[in-house]
């Protein structure tokens, strides 16, 4: 078969990882050929060793993949079995009633048949095959790839967990300093009972959403711990950023770089050929098969009065026959239609291919769209709100110290700046679940290296 064609074809590497794995080189020597996996290369980008430390204990450790790549270890297998010859049939026949020849009688007959497959047939079961066994290698990488994507995702939502605790826990602080200061002017006489209450149903509101956030935190460290096959109580240890490349982004470059590497892709190339493969298969079903015998007869001596009388020539002598036959392919409705099935299946694989690629391509554009907007929007509570809600936090204070403001006065300017800097987190969480989630669309690293989030 010529591999050639196979190399040629898979603009992403995993094709030649296949064939070269199934031509008998070893996992070393694939590695020198084709580098890293797009799963692989991504994690080996990353900056923060505790997100690429819980990656690689994910993508060793995950049932699902194992389960995958035991599936493409067992196409694999099926290589070596469509390419050899049938079986050859052997029958041994014992007269129990010899038949008489003129050289005696007939014991037994061995045959010995071999079925040969018309010319080529056994090289497209093999291509077909080779192509089956690469798309199940292509599913293992998109499966990889979405596992490195999910975890990412829920990575930076646990910081994001992490940074609103530290801050409702900040404001809880804020908010008993507060509480003191209304009271102990309630208790002069000089402020209102009313803010103290108020100010400790706002404490009792921020408890209740640390509640929520260590509930929030357990569920998203159990899914972590799920796709890394440990107990759902195991800690899941992240850093304190988020991270994302601050380069402009080449809409163009990206759309090319996602079509030719997303294993989704690889996995639409390689049905599409072997769905090629199974027409070719189809058409030489209507080629006839070529069988060749070998038979060997079991003769003894003439045991009869004549034969021992007079024993005629070549007495007792075996006998041995070549047979040779053809298959005869006859029913026109059964080929017509598998030549049918072959050419709808590679339809079909078309389609799929064109399928993943839309699909691709719109992950892409929602992306390219979302990413600059939640920069801008980071952009304007960083450099615009934050300032804001904490110099009007610092106005109140200053009015409550001159005593024309109340607690509640307090309370509220708090309570803005409380807000604006959850929301920053959040959207700086957006942003880099959003680049996790471009980077697993891209199937590699969207630059270089990846740049801090600046807080």
């Known amino acids: 078969m010529e591999r050639s064609r196979i190399f040629s074809r898979g603009g992403a590497t995993l094709l030649v990882v296949v064939v070269l ?12 050929v084709v580098g890293l996996t797009a799963a692989d290369d991504i994690v080996s980008s990353l900056s923060d060793v505790k997100l690429r430390l819980l990656l690689e204990e994910v993508l060793e450790r995950n049932p699902g ?27 041994l026949t014992f007269f129990v009633l010899p038949p008489q020849t003129r050289a005696g009688p007939q014991r037994a007959a061995l045959n010995l048949a071999q079925r040969f497959p018309w010319f ?4 497209i079961r093999e291509k077909a095959a080779l192509w089956e066994a690469a798309a199940g290698r292509a599913k293992v990488e998109a499966a990889r790839l979405r596992i490195v994507a999910e975890v990412r995702k829920a990575y930076h939502e646990l910081i ?3 940074a609103q605790r530290g801050i409702v826990g900040e404001d809880r602080v804020t908010l008993e300093h507060y509480g003191e200061l209304a009271l102990a002017r309630y208790a002069s006489g000089v402020g209102l009972g009313q803010a103290v209450v108020k100010i400790q149903a706002e404490i009792t509101r921020t408890e209740t959403r640390l509640l929520g956030i260590a509930a929030r935190r357990a569920a998203v460290e159990a899914e972590v711990n799920a796709l890394r096959d440990r107990p759902q109580s195991t800690p899941v240890l992240v850093g ?17 770089r996602a079509v030719g590497r997303r294993p989704e892709i690889v996995v639409a190339e390689a049905r599409v050929e072997a769905a090629a493969a199974r027409v070719e298969l189809a058409q030489k079903a209507s080629s006839p098969g070529v069988i060749l015998g070998l038979n060997y007869g079991y003769v003894s001596r003439r045991d009869d009065a004549a034969g021992r009388e007079n024993p005629p020539e070549n007495n007792g002598d075996d006998i041995l026959g070549l047979t040779g036959g053809i298959s005869l392919p006859l029913w026109s409705k059964k080929l017509s239609a598998g030549v049918e099935e072959g050419v709808l299946t590679r339809l ?3 389609e799929g291919r064109r399928e993943a690629t839309a699909e691709i391509e719109g992950a892409l554009g929602a992306l390219l769209h979302r990413i600059p907007l939640l920069r801008e929007q980071l952009r304007l509570f960083d450099e615009v709100l934050l300032i804001q809600a904490a110099e009007s936090l610092r106005s109140a204070e200053s009015a409550y110290a001159a005593g024309s403001a109340g607690a509640l006065d307090l309370r509220d300017a708090e309570r803005v700046l ?4 959850i929301a920053a987190e959040r959207a700086r969480a957006d942003l880099s679940i959003s680049f996790a989630e471009l980077e697993g669309v891209v199937a590699g690293p969207v630059t270089d290296g990846q740049k801090e989030i600046d807080r």
Do not use: H, I, M, Y
């Not at 389960?67 to 290589?79: I, N, P, T």
């Not at 080529?120 to 090289?123: D, M």
């Open 21 to 32: 794995s199934v031509a008998g080189l070893g996992a070393a020597d694939t590695e020198n």
């Open 65 to 91: 993949l194992a389960r995958l790549r035991a599936q493409a270890d067992a196409a694999d297998q099926r290589v070596p079995q469509v390419k050899a010859w049938p079986d050859p049939v052997a029958s």
């Open 120 to 123: 080529g047939t056994l090289e």
């Open 160 to 162: 994001f967990l992490e």
């Open 240 to 256: 304190e950023v988020g991270t994302a490349p601050a380069e402009e982004l080449d809409a163009d470059e990206l759309n090319r």
């Open 348 to 350: 079909a694989a078309e």
């Open 418 to 421: 409380l807000q604006a800097r």
